[in-house]
């Protein structure tokens, strides 16, 4: 899946590091400093999963306090890019303890990818020492990710993350749907389309052991839709954000995980910024309620929100600003820092 997009960034962005140099605390294996001024600072961790050495990231305000964690895991299978690292300082300018896992078989950590599975146990052990941290508030926690990363962060609810807020963005609830969407890219004319869903399939299918129906169950146990009664029955704020322009990631995967947990509020955001309460393209057959009425952006007072977007991607389109600054207002009113 492509990179979330560097609007993530909110602008700032911040430049320059400082010598790296190794600084043992804690839980944490190593700890490097790769950024530090006034106000933040960003450092490289490494720590044990499943006896695997991974690497990971951690960037928090350079001031006295616990603060609140938000768990942010990164799209795609190359490791943690700039705009990861962007988003990470950003969000700890706003008062929070961001975590990054690099995830086994990336940006040096040991062991092999193995799509949305012990990618899930690395997070959920950077979240356990992330929470013995003196500078971070072990109550409050927040999970969210892109693509894989939103995959990994419904596992990480799933499988028991003591966290109050969820955010999955685009992230492919049923591998076997999503092999097969990969499958038909592959045919395309378009040689970027074709391009890059030959090169996930070939990742999917080496790391699985072959396709949906030569190995249904190890597809079935990477994919949230599977488990929604554990989401059903899970307290804390979800909010779910897709594009119904997204071709690496169709939206009916969003949509049909709203419709097998329940208990959403789904909105279809037109091109001019109004909603409708027709059904976005390739959510139909999910049969769910699409509200009318206003987003409620800064008051969110339900639980748990769909959002699809008509004129966004997978990472891109006219709307990826607007559905970044609803992410972030949702992250803000549910899980603020202060």
Known sequence: MRRWIGLWALAWGLAGCTEPSPVGLGGWESVQTLYRDAFLLR?????????LKVFGQVCRPNRQGQFPIVLWNHGGFEGLQ??????????ALLGYVVLMSSYRGEDGSEGAIEVCQGEVDDVLEML???????YANP?????????????IALWAVQKG????????????????????QLEQLAASSDPLKKQLAQQLGDIIRSRLGGTPAQVPGRYRERSPVA????????????????????????PEQSCNLAQAVGGFTHFRITRTGATSSTAPAGCAGAGLSWSGGEVPRGQWA???????????????GEQAGLAVLDALNYL?????AN
Request: proline residues 6%; hydrophobic residues 40%.
């Open 43 to 51: 450092e490289k961790v490494a720590y044990r999963s499943g006896g």
């Open 82 to 91: 700039v705009e990861d690292e962007n988003l990470c300082q950003n969000l």
């Open 128 to 134: 356990a020492i992330g929470r013995t941290m003196p």
């Open 139 to 151: 109550s409050r926690v927040a999970v969210a990710g892109g693509s894989h990363g939103g995959c």
């Open 161 to 180: 993350a003591p966290a109050q807020v969820l955010i999955d963005i685009f992230g492919p609830t049923d591998w076997a749907t999503e092999y097969r």
């Open 227 to 250: 488990d929604a009664a554990s989401l059903r029955n899970w307290p804390g704020s979800v909010l779910v954000v897709h594009g119904a322009l997204d071709w690496v990631v169709p």
């Open 302 to 316: 339900g639980r748990r929100y769909l959002l699809v977007y008509d004129e966004f991607g997978h990472g891109d």
């Open 332 to 336: 803000g009113s549910k899980f603020p």
